[in-house]
């Protein structure tokens, strides 16, 4: 361990000695605390917290990013273009250890500068906090500046109530003579039971049952042995998240609609009414009555909907219930976390392509995977539409379909793998305040730097290893 | 092959590096073979010998290094470093290596630098101290351990790479052009060195196209040329001429010199005679030189010398400095033997080694091989004092005193010169000079007329005939 520390504690002298660390240092000062003391907000807690958390943090990500590609890519092929490594490898030290060495090296400059960073960004969101109305200040507290655990309703089997529905067509349709075409009539009744399932009709009621979760009932626990260290959650006043459409397409922009909710545990005393007015097509929050779930930590919610429009709500965000869990400290440093994983894994993807390459090509090969990453997006809707190269508009098929059987696997397996890393969305969740669990820390570890590095880190070690170090050398 | 080195007494049989078949051939990126830079190579270098690469640039030397090392890879071939491959980690900690250039950490200083390469080896904080402080000192460095690499002079960066190849106290020491960019004080104290790691028992190997630096030192020699091995021997058997014999002696009285003179003349045909005062070379003088300024001179910003060799290096505590090492097999008997000695005074007692005696005059007719005399009669000289010139078969410093031609590789031994002429301003210095009070007068260099032999015995006979 002590030949990697020393490898490591290179990288950190070259960093510093380079002036590398330091100009990084002003930047980042620059981008996440100076520029944004210009930044204009709509002088609400939400709208500060997620212009201020949502540029900082970004900024961090991209500013970072690229340079632990550069320095990545620099420490190592640098190393052996200039044949320092000739020196450095024929002492008892494996490559293995260098490469480890050199990693740790990177992600530890980096844990300094995002922690220093991060400090900055906390400061200044204390610091423009303060400058809030009273109002927005409360809101701040109880909703943003908090860890928020969420939970959502409990989804219908979707699968199980088409194919009840299905087959009980399919009966009848048979017992009339008519043979159905299934994969239509699969498709109709999909629809139709989404429509039942996510809509309200006028006049009509839904219920929406919240499984709080594993947490919430432990420190339900831990509140009746008395535990000091347990986040209180009785007598916490929980936050619910709506967002409805209305059936009406002639609606006004901006129209609201009475809503009526009913909270409590069923069949029991400890029920209470609440009416809302609230517009369609955004979200909207509104407080419960503290302790209105049941001994398990089950909510039940009941919607009536009083207008004379169908009102619908999305079966991801409809409808999802908060409670505080943690602080937002915590939550901001378990956020940085996550970004530092990130980038651990460039680390990891700059070092395996200087393990082959040259520095230039080597930088070049990373921030282009970096680049290919961060267009997921393009990934996406090609799987979804079904084909890369659009469809004939006359014969509503695919234009290259050969094509598209061989390419859309590859892309559907990338995009797999670039969700093991995107599924994590720090950024979002604190601007939002949303809880960002040690769990999903240690999730975002494993995928993110024990599987993606790992993989990036075999494959550079593999490399690095087979490498003849004196074949590449330029300044002799 | 005999070993009658002064510094082979550590050396044993025991093989640290048996290369066998060794062949590289360097392609480019289709695959195609681009170049065979080392062919079929095969040679073994033993414990404690100071083993020698010689070749011209781009012969193959350094390549075959780089493969010692496992920085490149064989096409061909296999490569033991103490029994095992050159990858394996745990042997590397027994191995030092200064590469062709400085291919050091620029941002790093001398204490920096050599406090890093130690962690490389797991040395203890107070080991890594006390060889950093010992190596600065012994390269000259200590005054300026905390200038950063990069602002160094191509010496002063040799120094410092030569001190980052010894901080493990290597067994096996592979040196690629050591004294590449040094001045000739660094020169002389980096052969120094060599001597004192060998005669711990130490191995080197000296890669090198500088020839005067690989005579100097080496038991063995290899020379490549085109990636393959042109000859291989120990320097003995390749440099001794068995046709001739020198005997080097204080200044003689002139009846001496006469008697001298008659006997070899009774064996001997007179043209085959030649007789001189042996010079000291240019690499001495300088040192001398030097070495009188220096003791006057001031501060240097530069790198010092003159400096003890470190300590763990030396392997005790009471070692000569880095500059004189304990067995000069390279220098000048007449010269300094360091900084610090006397520049020409001849030492004076002398002793000869009786059985190397016995086998020059067995030898006498040149038809009969000479042959080489007992490795266990070496320590019956006094190393340190002899003057007697073929100390392992050949003079101590060759390059300036050999009167033989060079020989080319696919020469025979080369018969001695007909033509033996006698310097009439020589002959005269030689006789003038009886008195050993009397400093020897180094001859002019321009003086190249010479005299017949027979004119020059009437010449001496006058002279030797004249009433003092």
């Known amino acids: ?476 | 092959m005999t070993d009658t080195h002064p510094q082979t007494a550590a050396k044993s049989s025991e093989v640290i590096i048996a290369v066998r078949g060794l062949t590289k051939v360097f392609k480019d990126f289709w695959g195609r073979p681009k170049a065979r830079a080392v062919d079929n190579v095969d040679f073994e270098v033993r414990r404690g010998e100071v083993f020698g690469l010689l070749g011209p640039n781009g012969s193959g030397k350094s390549t075959t290094v780089k493969m010692l090392l496992g920085l490149l890879y064989p096409t061909r071939g296999h490569i033991e470093v103490f029994g095992h491959s050159p990858r394996h980690v745990a042997t590397k900690a027994r191995i030092g290596y200064l590469p062709e250039e400085s291919y050091l950490y620029r941002f790093l200083d001398c204490h920096e630098t050599l406090d890093f390469f130690g962690n490389l080896f797991d040395l203890s904080p107070s080991e890594r101290k006390s060889r950093n402080e010992q190596l600065l000192e012994m390269v000259g460095l200590s005054q300026i351990r905390t200038r950063v690499v990069g602002e160094f002079s191509k010496g002063m960066q040799r120094r410092i790479g030569l001190a980052q190849a010894l901080i493990n106290d290597p067994d096996l020491v592979i040196l690629d052009e050591p004294t590449s960019g040094l001045d000739p004080i660094g020169c002389r104290e980096v052969k120094d060195l060599i001597v004192t790691l060998a005669k711990r028992g130490k191995t080197v190997i000296l890669s090198s196209h500088l020839l005067a630096d690989v005579e100097d030192v080496c038991d063995h020699v290899v020379i490549y040329y085109g990636g393959k091995i042109q000859a291989d021997g120990s320097l003995n058997d390749l440099l001794t001429n068995h046709d001739a014999i020198r005997i080097t002696s204080p200044p003689l009285r002139a009846e001496t010199m006469q008697k001298v003179l008659e006997t070899i003349r009774q064996d001997v045909a007179a043209d085959k005679v030649e007789i001189d005062n042996p010079r000291q070379n240019l690499e001495s003088y300088f040192l001398d030189v030097v070495r009188k300024a220096r003791e006057n001179a001031a501060e240097t910003s530069g790198a010092t010398s003159g400096n003890r060799v470190a300590a763990y290096l030396r392997g005790d505590s009471d070692a000569p400095s880095w500059g004189r090492p304990p067995v000069c097999r390279f220098q000048e008997p007449l010269a300094p033997r360091s900084l610090t000695d006397s520049p020409s005074a001849p030492e004076p007692i002398q002793k000869v080694d009786q059985a190397k005696l016995q086998s020059l005059v067995r030898n006498t007719d040149p038809s009969v091989p000479v042959a080489p005399p007992p490795a266990t009669t070496a320590p019956a000289v006094d190393l340190t004092k002899a003057n007697v010139a073929p100390m392992w078969g050949r003079p101590p410093v060759c390059r300036y005193q050999e009167p033989l031609a060079p020989r080319s590789l696919t020469d025979s031994p080369p018969a001695p010169d007909p033509v033996q002429k006698l310097d009439q301003s020589k002959l005269q210095a030689l006789v003038r000079n009886t008195d050993p009070s009397v400093p020897v007068a180094p001859p002019p260099a321009s003086t190249a007329p010479t005299v017949n032999l027979n004119k020059a015995n009437e010449k001496l006979a006058s002279l030797l005939n004249k009433p003092k």
Not at chain 1, 118 to 128: E, H, I, K, N, W
Not at chain 1, 269 to 290: D, M, T, V, W, Y
């Open chain 1, 1 to 476: 361990m002590n030949r990697i520390l020393t490898i490591t504690g290179l990288t950190w002298k070259a960093a510093f000695r380079y002036r590398l660390f330091w100009v990084l240092a002003v930047l980042l000062a620059t981008s996440v605390v100076a520029f944004p003391l210009l930044l204009k907000d709509d002088g609400t807690a939400r709208g500060l917290t997620q212009i201020l958390l949502t540029y900082t943090l970004s900024a961090i990500t991209g500013l970072l990013g690229f340079s632990t590609l550069w320095l990545s890519c620099g420490t190592l092929a640098r190393d052996i273009e200039e044949c320092q490594m000739q020196v450095v490898s024929v002492k008892p030290i494996g490559r293995w250890q260098i490469w480890l060495g050199k990693w740790i090296g990177v992600v530890s400059l980096n844990a300094a500068l995002v922690g220093l960073s991060g400090a900055g960004v906390y400061a200044l969101l204390q610091f423009r906090a303060d400058t809030l109305p009273p109002a927005q200040q409360t809101i701040l507290k109880k909703e943003i500046f908090v860890a928020r655990a969420s939970a959502k309703p409990t989804p219908p089997n979707m699968e199980l109530l088409v194919a009840a529905v299905l087959q009980k067509r399919i009966k009848q349709l048979s017992g009339a003579g008519t043979l159905p075409n299934e994969a239509l009539l699969r498709k109709q009744i999909t629809q139709m039971v989404l429509a039942e399932n996510l809509s309200v009709k006028p006049g009509s009621f839904k219920r929406f049952v919240v499984e709080l979760g594993a947490n919430f009932v432990k420190s339900l626990n831990r509140e009746s042995l008395n535990r000091d260290n347990a986040v209180r959650v009785r007598g916490q006043t929980l936050q619910v998240r709506v967002k409805f459409r209305s059936s009406d397409p002639l609606a006004a922009e901006g129209a609201v609609y009475q809503t009526l909710w009913q909270v409590g545990v069923p069949e029991s005393g400890n029920i209470k009414r609440l009416e809302k007015l609230l517009p369609a097509e955004s979200f909207q929050e509104f407080e419960l009555p503290p302790d209105m779930f049941d001994s398990e930590g089950r909510l039940t919610l009941d919607f009536y909907n009083a207008n004379d429009v169908a009102l619908w709500f999305g079966q991801d965000d409809g409808l999802e219930v908060f409670y505080t869990e943690s602080t937002f400290g915590m939550n901001f440093i378990r956020g940085l976390g996550i970004i530092l994983c990130w980038l651990a894994l460039l680390a990891s993807i700059g070092l395996a392509a200087s393990s082959w390459l040259s520095f230039p090509v080597a930088a070049f090969a990373s921030i282009t995977v970096l680049v290919m990453g961060l267009c997921s997006g393009i990934l996406s809707s090609a799987i979804e539409q079904g084909t890369i190269f659009g469809l004939d508009h006359e014969t509503n098929q695919p234009v290259q379909p050969a094509f598209d059987s061989v390419i859309l696997p590859i892309f559907k397996s990338a995009l797999a793998v670039i969700n093991l890393v995107k599924d994590f969305s720090p950024i979002d969740s604190l601007s939002t305040g949303r809880s960002i669990t040690w769990g999903e820390l240690g999730l975002a570890f494993a995928q993110i730097v024990l599987l993606m590095g790992g993989i990036f880190a075999a494959a550079g070690i593999a490399l690095f290893s087979r490498r003849e170090l004196a074949a590449a050398q330029v300044n002799s």
